[in-house]
């Protein structure tokens, strides 16, 4: 369904559970971010009435999930350490080329940020299925749900402001690329890398 061109080794559930508050907290900030997005989109494209409708109830989701992730880390014992690059975002960002009509510009956010939901989506699946803990393989069962929606959200929105056969062109190029990225991340305790 994902359509991703490397699945995630699934030892990088091990190195997860190993490194937990790693784990949560680079998971908080990537709420953190997805909301920051959902409001950059905003922002920049407020002409789009369906999509800043639909921003504005994802960037209320994402800083919901966010609580539940700092909700975790708290009961834990842990504190939110402070965020990190995430090598796999600035890796993403390159693919396209800067510039460009506001459409293009949009169309290629659209897909970075289906990407970025997908593949977050591939990791919490593999957490909800080799966790060993019920509750946290529970907590990210129902958060791949959410995950797969919002992939599917910004992916639809990039074929209906885009052209479709070139929209799925660029998307099939991304994956692809990501691909490749993804062939030099997979070892750390983060989400994406």
């Known amino acids: 369904m994902l359509g991703l061109k490397l699945p995630t080794d699934p030892r990088w559930a091990s190195i997860a559970e190993k490194n937990l508050e790693e784990i949560l907290t680079d998971h908080a900030y990537c709420e953190q971010k997805a909301a920051s997005t959902a409001i950059s989109l905003i922002v920049s494209f407020p002409e789009y009435s369906d999509l800043v409708s639909e921003m504005t109830a994802l960037a209320r989701e994402e800083m919901g999930h966010f609580k539940m992730v700092h909700d975790k880390l708290l009961k834990r014992g842990y504190i939110m350490g ?102 030099s991340l997979s070892k750390t305790q983060s989400i994406h890398g």
């Open 82 to 183: 402070r965020d990190r690059k995430d090598e796999y975002v600035l890796q993403l960002l390159k693919f396209f080329p800067k510039g460009g009509s506001r459409g293009t510009q949009l169309v290629h956010r659209l897909l970075i940020a289906a990407l970025i939901e997908a593949r977050s989506c591939e990791r919490f699946r593999l957490l909800s299925e080799k966790l060993q803990e019920e509750e946290l393989r529970d907590f990210y069962r129902n958060l791949m749900v959410s995950e797969a929606n919002h992939y599917t959200l910004f992916l639809n929105f990039a074929r209906q402001y885009g052209d479709r056969k070139e929209v799925d062109q660029k998307w099939n190029d991304l994956l692809e690329f990501e691909a490749e990225v993804m062939k």
